[in-house]
């Protein structure tokens, strides 16, 4: 199937990968959960392309990056990388202090641990409580949900923006 307008997304640390893919395939949006090192950086810079930096449940953007101003950069918070589960939630209640940074917000829940462990399910029961936590993060400034369960996630949305429609009306 030939979806043009959907962006692909390339999950690597390393630079080398990224720069075959981009070369390859074209522009698509470069994941990294290692938080970036100066040749990622460059090659995001140079390719002009989306770039996701995981913040491993620390959602404060270091002074030691001021190159990041110069990118197209989406802030994941990095659940499952937090180191707990008590860590996820912490990082959940504070999703809304990222707006200070004025980035697009990837939220990463679906089928994590957070939610199965704490209700006796499986990554593959957790459906409902997954949908639950999207309308918690889109509520709280995620912009972008990365899913499993594509037509939940996208009912939970149309939810979500008819509620959001509503409250702006009033």
Same mark, same amino acid.
């Given at each position: 199937? #030939?979806?043009?307008?959907?962006?692909?997304?390339?999950?690597?640390?390393?630079? %080398?990968?990224?720069?075959?893919? =981009?070369?390859? !395939?074209?522009?698509?949006?470069?994941?990294?959960?290692? %938080?970036?090192?100066? #040749?990622?950086?460059?090659?995001?810079?140079?390719?002009?392309?989306?770039?996701?930096?995981?913040?491993? %449940? #620390?959602?404060?953007?270091?002074?030691? +990056?001021?190159?990041?101003?110069? =990118?197209?950069?989406? /802030? #994941? $918070? &990095? !659940?499952? !990388?937090? &180191?707990?589960?008590?860590?996820?939630?912490?990082?959940?209640?504070?999703?809304?202090?990222?707006?200070?940074? +004025?980035?697009?917000?990837? @939220? &990463?829940?679906?089928?994590?641990?957070?939610?199965?462990?704490? /209700? %006796? /399910?499986? $990554?593959?029961?957790?459906?409902? $409580?997954?949908?639950?936590?999207?309308?918690?993060?889109?509520? +709280?400034?995620?912009?972008?949900?990365? @899913?499993?369960? @594509?037509?939940?996630?996208?009912?939970?949305?149309?939810?979500?923006?008819?509620?959001?429609?509503?409250?702006?009306?009033?």
């Amino acid at each position: 199937m #030939d979806w043009p307008e959907m962006p692909l997304s390339l999950d690597t640390f390393r630079p %080398g990968i990224a720069r075959r893919a =981009l070369e390859q !395939f074209g522009p698509m949006i470069i994941n990294d959960i290692s %938080g970036g090192c100066d #040749d990622m950086y460059a090659l995001v810079r140079h390719f002009a392309v989306p770039y996701v930096w995981t913040l491993r %449940g #620390d959602l404060s953007l270091p002074a030691e +990056h001021p190159e990041m101003n110069s =990118l197209d950069l989406i /802030l #994941d $918070p &990095g !659940f499952g !990388f937090t &180191g707990s589960t008590e860590e996820d939630y912490r990082c959940m209640r504070s999703l809304d202090n990222l707006q200070q940074y +004025h980035r697009r917000v990837l @939220v &990463g829940i679906s089928r994590k641990s957070m939610l199965w462990r704490p /209700l %006796g /399910l499986t $990554p593959d029961t957790c459906l409902a $409580p997954t949908q639950a936590l999207h309308l918690y993060a889109l509520e +709280h400034g995620a912009d972008i949900l990365r @899913v499993h369960d @594509v037509a939940a996630a996208r009912q939970t949305v149309t939810l979500w923006k008819q509620i959001s429609n509503i409250k702006s009306k009033i």
